[in-house]
């Protein structure tokens, strides 16, 4: 029968654990790292020729290792110390783990916060990045119209021979894409892109008005006839009327 707690001393406890658990010195050292010489001074209640602190610290090691509660075995095995050092550097030693915790809290609360504080302006970046849309082809057709002075060198008017007496029909075919904006009888019935290889058309009874972001890039028909190139490439042309009488530029 072992003697009790109280009467076991440090290095007894120790053994008797170690021995309960049927571990051998050699796997304690291989698991733990401490020098086996520590370990058998310890367990024959022997002070190792190192300073306290490395002492105790080894010892809470293996009382950790051994599932034990260091704090109340270290008082069975006092260390010989100058003055009033012991207190202290055992004082240090147990306070080691708590200033660790804390000081691993304070990083990974500051890891955290920074990490928030980028995602939060990486969103904002996306946000601001997806809200400016680049301006459409319509748009740059209509600033160019505003800026543009010259439309089209042709008289005020030019007659169309074979126009039909009671309805015009205008089509619009596509070479290049082209922004385009059509009026039949003062109602705004197509305002787009006229894409490459597409066509529209529409009648009116009194007149169609033309509205072109890109005169070379279209071929017009009245009244299934072709017209003549109505302007080069990139050319704007506003306000082309046609109707009965013919077909007007309003410069």
Known sequence: MSRSDKEETLGE????????????????????????????????????????????????????FLDLDYRSLLEKFPLETKGGSEKKENAMLLATPKFKVQRFLFI?????ILSIILLFMLGLFMLKTKTKKPPSLAQN???????????????????????????I???LRANQDCWAKVTVDGKVVFQSILKKGRSGSWEAKESIKL????????????????FSTLGRSGQIIRDLIIDPEGIKVIR
């Not at 990974?108 to 955290?112: C, L």
């Not at 509205?211 to 072709?226: C, F, M, Q, R, T």
């Open 169 to 171: 029909k205008v089509s």
């Open 108 to 112: 990974k609360t500051t890891v955290i």
């Open 13 to 64: 406890t120790l053994k008797r654990v170690r021995l309960e658990k049927r571990l051998r010195l050699e796997e304690v050292h291989q698991k733990t790292k401490i020098p086996i010489k520590f370990l058998e001074a310890i367990e024959e209640n022997q002070s190792p020729s190192m300073n306290p602190v490395y002492i105790k610290g080894l010892i809470k090691i293996y009382c950790n």
């Open 211 to 226: 509205s072109l972001g890109n005169a070379g890039g279209i071929e017009l028909y009245v009244n299934d006839k072709p």
């Open 141 to 167: 057709y209509k600033t160019e119209a505003a800026s543009h002075k010259t439309f089209l060198e042709w008289p005020k008017e030019k007659t169309i021979s074979e126009v039909a007496d009671k309805t």
